[in-house]
């Protein structure tokens, strides 16, 4: 019989042998063919034509997509672990090519959730809008031409040089820092932020390094 609508989906679908699925199903038109369904669908309106979704069938539909593209993410996840298990025992070369192309997605997007929440804080006014800096890019050739005590290193960008907050800009960003230290999640990722040895003894070094440089030391302290 024939049938109609959804009806139609609701039908058990044939099951088909390997051969039979690999091959092209359906016959092509010919171009008579698709010529007559042409002039007989001109003038036609679509059955579609003028309607629109509502918002609950708007949301499904957002729904849906969300859960099906979730389900795509678990599920090349899931095949690149299996493929990572079974190159740990077979190649060991390529299990070295795909764990270090898990540490790479992992650093970017690390990378991606800091930019989003700097958005976040400059949008909240917590954080000031980055400003372009006028330095020259430090590339080999300069670096060999700069001395080896060069105090580059306290120079200040331009456009940041003698910049200060409005009372009102203060006034949003101690809002802002109280309302964010009153999240336990984020009091607990800074209170767990840690820094490495070797960080530290970098930036010891460039500290001491700026105090070295007499500009550094009488700009910030004119009375010394």
Not at 181 to 188: I, L, Q
Request: aromatic fraction near 4%.
């Amino acid at each position: 019989p024939f049938v109609f609508g959804r009806a139609r989906a609701r039908c058990t679908a044939p099951v088909l042998r390997p051969s039979e699925a690999a091959a092209p199903s359906g016959k092509p038109h010919t171009e008579a063919s698709k010529a007559k369904i042409s002039a007989a669908n001109k003038g036609r309106t679509p059955w579609n034509a003028g309607k629109h979704h509502s918002e609950e069938t708007r949301r499904k539909i957002a729904v849906g997509a969300q859960r099906a593209a979730l389900a795509r993410v678990a599920r090349r996840e899931a095949e690149r672990q299996a493929e990572i298990e079974r190159a740990k025992t077979e190649d060991p070369e390529r299990y070295a090519v795909l764990i270090a192309e898990v540490a790479t997605m992992a650093r970017r997007r690390q990378q991606r959730s800091k930019l989003k929440e700097r958005k976040a804080l400059i949008k909240e006014g917590v954080l000031p809008p980055k400003v372009a800096s006028s330095r020259r890019v430090a590339t080999p050739a300069l670096r060999r031409k700069q001395p080896a005590n060069s105090s580059s290193t306290s120079t200040v960008p331009a456009g940041k040089k003698g910049f200060k907050f409005s009372e009102e800009a203060r006034a949003r960003i101690s809002a802002g820092l109280r309302a964010r230290w009153k999240d336990p999640a984020y009091r607990a990722r800074r209170a767990n932020a840690t820094v490495s040895e070797e960080t530290r003894a970098k930036l010891s070094r460039a500290m001491k390094e700026k105090w070295r440089s007499g500009s550094y030391r009488q700009r910030d302290l004119p009375d010394m």
